[in-house]
Each structure stands twice: as structure tokens, then as C-alpha cells.
């Protein structure tokens, strides 16, 4: 294969869509599902909210994984890419591979054949937009710990409260995610980070899995609010429970991503993290 040729970050619908599709949403402006104090009474602390919401996840089996591999479809448009409308549209089957503490991989094989890859090898976030032709991105370290901290496996929620960022408890709010959908009352617990950015994450008071995300990203002085819907949640191998069916939605439109098949502590070489 031919050096990679190095350049500065850019859009295109294949970049939107693997931007997309780190088991959490990226940069587009667009307001939060309305959500209003709810008439339901707080009976749980957050203490106790983050200790049902662990054991709802896996626990100290989830604790335990050191590898994952994902397979699936990510369906996406892409609004703001120019005509013809063919351009706009992706539905693709896609691999992602993480390997604890910080390594991530993603591969998309989009329909005319090429592959597009996107990962951490634990220092620096890059990607390769269609292999064949040898471009390689690499992403803003900014963007790279946004796209890192939403693909943990042990979710946003757990992986803030291990780094230690402050979590604002907000009690029960009312989640309406669109207007054909009943409200429904969630725990939210609200994350602050050092650079300025937030996350507001939503409990199901029941399952206590994470039902949606309402992150508050600062970029180039510009504050960009985007959503995370999840769902179809699933116990799998090792004890540990994932949604197996996220939407993602910005100003840019709505993607889809469904999970087939999740496999736990399956043999992954470091080298498939490395930048060609």
C-alpha cells in the first residue's frame, strides 16, 4: 500500500459517519429532548443511582473486560454534504475493536468496496479515509478525548466517575425524545470536564441502564449540543449488559446504529491500532 498522505481534518459523508459511530454522537447543533422536573418523587440518592446503574451494566464483570469487538450497521445522511442526494446517505456494515485502557478501532466497508478506518492506538486518534487511496487524518486532540470517553465500555457515566470529574445529581426530569413519543420520567445525573464541556446522562428508574445523552461541547467558541438515544439493552457474554440499538442525532440528521453481535475478551493484536 502506498505512504499515507497526511492532512488536516475535514468533513465528507464517510468522515461524519465514522465520526458518528463510536457508541456516541459528534459535533452538531441541534437542542436537547425536552425535559422538565418530574412529578415523580426522588426516593434514591445518587450515590444509590450509581450503584444500581453498575450492576445494572455488568458490575465487577464489567470491570474485568479487557477487549471488545462490535459488529453492525451504521445507517447515515448527512445534510450539509452537497448534491447529488446519493451522497448524503450511507448504510454500512462496520467492526469496532476496543482494547483497555485506550485503544479503539473502527472499520466501515461502504459500498463501492473500500474500507474506512478510524482509531486510537492509546496516543493519538487518527484516520484513513478509504485504505486504497492512503489519506490519513489525524483528529484534534479535543475531538479525539470526546470520541474516546463516549467509546468506553464501561459507558460515560462509570468512566467519569473512575476519572473523577464532578457529577451534578438533577434528580427525575421528564424525557420527551420526539413528539411522537410519551414522556417517560429518568434519573439524570449531570457531568462537568475541565475543558468547559458537559453531559447530561439519563437513568431509566427501573433497568438503570442509560437511556439518552445530552452532551454541551465548546468548539472554536461555538457551544454544540448533540443527542444519544439507546436502546434494546442485552445481557451478553461475561455477565456485562450493552444497548444494541443507538440513534444519534445532530443538526446534520439522524444515524442509526444497530449492534449485532458483541464478543467479550476476544484475542485483538495491538499492531490493527497502529497508523499505517
Known amino acids: 500500500m502506498p505512504r499515507p498522505r497526511r492532512r488536516a481534518h475535514r468533513s465528507s459523508p464517510v468522515a461524519v459517519l465514522l465520526a458518528l459511530s463510536l457508541l456516541g454522537p459528534t459535533a452538531g447543533l441541534i437542542a436537547s ?62 467492526v469496532q475493536e476496543i482494547q483497555v ?27 484513513l479515509w478509504g485504505i486504497d487511496d492512503g489519506t490519513l487524518t489525524e483528529l484534534p486532540p479535543a475531538q479525539a478525548a470526546r470520541q474516546m470517553r463516549l467509546a468506553a465500555i464501561e459507558g460515560p457515566l462509570l468512566r467519569a466517575l473512575d476519572a473523577g470529574h464532578p457529577l451534578e445529581w438533577l434528580g427525575t426530569v421528564q424525557l420527551r425524545p420526539d413528539a411522537a413519543t410519551n414522556v417517560r420520567s429518568v434519573y439524570r445525573v449531570r457531568v462537568r470536564y475541565p475543558n468547559g ?60 446504529i444497530r449492534i449485532d453481535h458483541i464478543a467479550v475478551d476476544v484475542p485483538i493484536d495491538p499492531a490493527r491500532f497502529q497508523a499505517p
Do not use: C, N
Request: charged letters at 25%; hydrophobic letters at 35%; glycine letters at 8%.
Open 197 to 256: 464541556d458537559l453531559t447530561d446522562i439519563d437513568i431509566d428508574p427501573t433497568s438503570f441502564q442509560i437511556v439518552a445523552t445530552h452532551d454541551t461541547w465548546h468548539i472554536e467558541g461555538s457551544i454544540v449540543r448533540v443527542v444519544g438515544l439507546y436502546d434494546d439493552h442485552r445481557a451478553i457474554d461475561g455477565g456485562i449488559t450493552l444497548p444494541h440499538q443507538i440513534e444519534q442525532v445532530t443538526s446534520q440528521g439522524v444515524r442509526h
Open 33 to 94: 429532548p425536552a425535559a422538565r422536573p418530574g412529578a415523580v418523587r426522588q426516593t434514591l440518592s445518587l450515590d444509590e443511582v450509581l450503584t444500581r446503574h453498575r450492576d445494572a451494566r455488568g458490575g465487577d464483570a464489567l470491570r474485568a473486560v479487557r477487549t471488545l469487538r462490535s459488529t453492525g450497521t451504521i445507517a447515515s445522511r448527512a445534510d450539509d454534504v452537497p448534491d447529488p442526494p446519493d451522497a448524503r446517505a450511507l448504510s454500512a456494515p462496520f
Open 101 to 127: 485502557p485506550a485503544r479503539l478501532r473502527l472499520e466501515i466497508r461502504t459500498a463501492d468496496g473500500k474500507r474506512h478506518i478510524q482509531a486510537s492506538d492509546g496516543g493519538r486518534f487518527w484516520a
